[in-house]
């Protein structure tokens, strides 16, 4: 669970983020707040890791609020002024929701946080030495725990992925390959194509440059063959 806070001087706009917050389950909120004066206390003891932060005409103070914090959470900026997002990336905002947005958008916004937690999750359990033997996905908006093991191999396209197990279907996540290239480094898996991510475990036999894993024949590409032979089939032979 990813916990936020939201800050939004407009009534309703603060029910309607909370609402979108609530809808989203891997978001734990711990608060709502009309100004900024109101959540700096819960910001700096109970330390949340997101922020969704109204920006507001003329004097921008929020700008300043936020750079006052002791380890500032990541933010998404919400306003209605559009003039703002040059301020927004300049202070390596998460993303700029300009107001009125949609519960697709806010989601599109929400997924580059939970993809950049998992990320941080990795390398935190890389920095102590701890391996899991599972990954959690997001899946039409449900966190889903998959155990390595079962995973036979990923078919990564434009911007999504399918999870292959011994499930009758596969598993759809929003999330790039190099992505989950990153999370299943050093846990038995390898990229061996453009759009495919493998498990080595379940390799059932390789022949003319083709791979065969759960009765498909998964193309072994070029740019891949080195390491590929390197990690898999020497030694091995």
């Known amino acids: 669970m990813i916990s936020c806070i939201c800050i939004d001087k407009d009534l309703?706009?603060?029910r309607s983020i909370k609402s979108f917050i609530e809808r989203t389950s891997y978001f734990n909120l711990l608060?709502?707040?009309?100004?900024?004066?109101?959540a700096y206390a819960l910001l700096e003891t109970q330390k949340p890791e997101l922020l969704f932060l109204d920006l507001n005409l003329p004097e921008l103070k929020e700008?300043?609020?936020?750079?006052?914090?002791?380890?500032?959470?990541?933010?998404?900026?919400?306003?209605?002024?559009?003039?703002?997002?040059?301020?927004?990336?300049?202070?390596?905002?998460?993303?700029?929701?300009?107001?009125?947005?949609?519960?697709?958008r806010f989601l599109k916004a929400s997924?580059?946080?939970?993809?950049?937690?998992q990320l941080e999750q990795f390398y935190q359990n890389e920095k102590s030495s701890s391996i899991e033997d599972y990954i959690l996905i997001k899946?039409?908006?449900?966190?889903?725990?998959?155990d390595l093991?079962?995973?036979?191999?990923?078919?990564?396209?434009?911007?999504?992925?399918k999870i292959y197990t011994n499930a009758e279907k596969p598993i759809l996540t929003l999330k790039s390959l190099k992505a989950m290239e990153v999370i299943l480094?050093?846990?038995?898996?390898?990229?061996?194509?453009?759009?495919?991510l493998i498990s080595i475990q379940k390799i059932e036999s390789m022949r003319n440059n083709k791979i065969r894993i759960l009765n498909k024949y998964i193309p072994l590409g070029e740019n891949y063959k080195k390491r590929f032979h390197f990690e898999v089939v020497e030694g091995r032979c």
């Open 12 to 14: 309703l706009a603060l």
């Open 31 to 38: 608060g709502s707040f009309e100004n900024y004066y109101e």
């Open 63 to 104: 700008i300043d609020f936020l750079k006052s914090l002791n380890n500032p959470p990541k933010v998404i900026f919400t306003t209605g002024y559009g003039q703002f997002a040059l301020h927004a990336f300049e202070l390596n905002a998460v993303d700029f929701l300009l107001k009125p947005f949609t519960y697709e």
């Open 111 to 117: 997924d580059k946080i939970f993809e950049i937690h």
């Open 139 to 146: 899946s039409e908006h449900n966190i889903i725990k998959i």
């Open 149 to 161: 093991k079962e995973i036979y191999y990923i078919e990564g396209y434009k911007d999504y992925l």
């Open 185 to 196: 480094a050093r846990k038995g898996f390898i990229r061996v194509h453009k759009s495919f």
